[in-house]
């Protein structure tokens, strides 16, 4: 299983940006979870959003109400819309899926990417 990610960058406090993942490599039964963590510089990867079974949304605390996910799990994609950013949304973001094969459930991370929000 391979992750693509886009999106990303530099952007303004009270502004948005939109990240998207698609996953490849082919032999997928489903997917179990898709989403997104993040990490900041000396802090723990946390969880930001994620699809679980193709329907239910968890969400961190710090960005309800502010981002929304959304998946297309035929395509095996997802999306991630940042409104209203604050600074503290600062960090590298990381794709995640939990995807069934044939064979076994295959844990996979995306190389990450850069969202830097300025006050």
């Known amino acids: 299983v391979d992750l693509m990610e886009s999106g990303g960058g530099l952007a303004q406090a009270g502004g948005s940006l939109t990240l998207s993942c698609t996953a490849s490599?082919?032999?997928?039964?489903?997917?179990?979870?898709i989403g997104w963590y993040r990490q900041t510089p000396g802090g723990e990867r946390e969880l930001v959003a994620e699809i679980v079974s193709g329907t239910r949304r968890n969400y961190a605390d710090s960005v309800k109400g502010r981002f929304t996910i959304s998946g297309d799990m035929a395509k095996h994609t997802a999306s991630l819309y940042m409104n209203m950013l604050k600074p503290e949304d600062t960090g590298v973001y990381f794709c995640?899926?939990?995807?069934?094969?044939?064979?076994?459930?295959?844990?996979?991370w995306g190389q990450g990417t850069q969202v830097t929000v300025s006050s």
């Open positions: 995640h899926t939990d995807i069934m094969t044939a064979d076994a459930i295959v844990e996979t």
């Open positions: 490599g082919g032999g997928f039964v489903s997917i179990n979870t």
